[in-house]
T-cell receptor, first 113, second 113 residues
């Protein structure tokens, strides 16, 4: 099925560990995004990529890095995880045209202990 | 800074009634506004987009209005069903970023039989 695939679905890290969240879309979209969602708060933009080869910071980029590996894949890396990064992370892509919205992945639930 | 406000209290309604959810925003004039549905443990799903020059948009049992003077959007679900129970998010593009979205925290709707 066409869409956005995120891996892993769940992860527990110890403080200071690193990990990479993977995201891939098969809809040929140019734009891709990483958001985090915390209870009682809206989705907050971490980083985005308007096209292959470009990335830009969003609202809450500190502690994260991203790579737009190719048009399909956009990964999010936590170099040294902190408890404040415990959250649900969503990747999304956008077709850039028309009256359509983002397509989101199913999310990665990350706990940092 | 831009801000989106959605009622944080859950909306409880009886099956068959019309549910109305509110989205208010401040500090700029967006070119469009979007509504998403999110079920527990899942990523948001795009429902509707309405542009600044459109007063109203409909899709099946859904209706969205966009009042740029009041800086408000209303989201209506007519003939509501228990299956409509979910959290509904509104989203606007960041000022200066046509394809970057800022999300409200969402309003949870519970439709009772």
């Amino acid at each position: 099925n066409a869409g956005v695939t995120q891996t892993p679905k769940f992860q527990v890290l110890k403080t200071g560990q690193s990990m990479t969240l993977q995201c891939a879309q098969d809809m040929n979209h140019n734009s891709m995004y990483w958001y985090r969602q915390d209870p009682g708060m809206g989705l907050r933009l971490i980083y985005y990529s308007a096209s292959e080869g470009t990335t830009d910071k969003g609202e809450v980029p500190n502690g994260y890095n991203v790579s737009r590996l190719n048009k399909r894949e956009f990964s999010l890396r936590l170099e040294s995880a902190a408890p404040s990064q415990t959250s649900v992370y969503f990747c999304a892509s956008f077709p850039d045209r028309g009256d359509r919205g983002y397509t989101f992945g199913s999310g990665t639930r990350l706990t940092v202990v | 800074s831009q801000k989106i406000e959605q009622n944080s209290e859950a909306l409880n309604i009886q099956e068959g009634k019309t549910a109305t959810l509110t989205c208010n925003y401040t500090n700029y004039s967006p070119a469009y506004l979007q509504w998403y549905r999110q079920d527990p443990g899942r990523g948001p799903v795009f429902l509707l987009l309405i542009r600044e020059n459109e007063k109203e948009k409909r899709k099946e049992r859904l209706k969205v209005t966009f009042d740029t003077t009041l800086k408000q959007s209303l989201f209506h679900i007519t003939a509501s069903q228990p299956a409509d129970s979910a959290t509904y998010l509104c989203a606007l593009p960041f000022s200066g970023g046509y394809n970057k979205l800022i999300f409200g925290a969402g309003t949870r709707l519970a439709v009772h039989p």
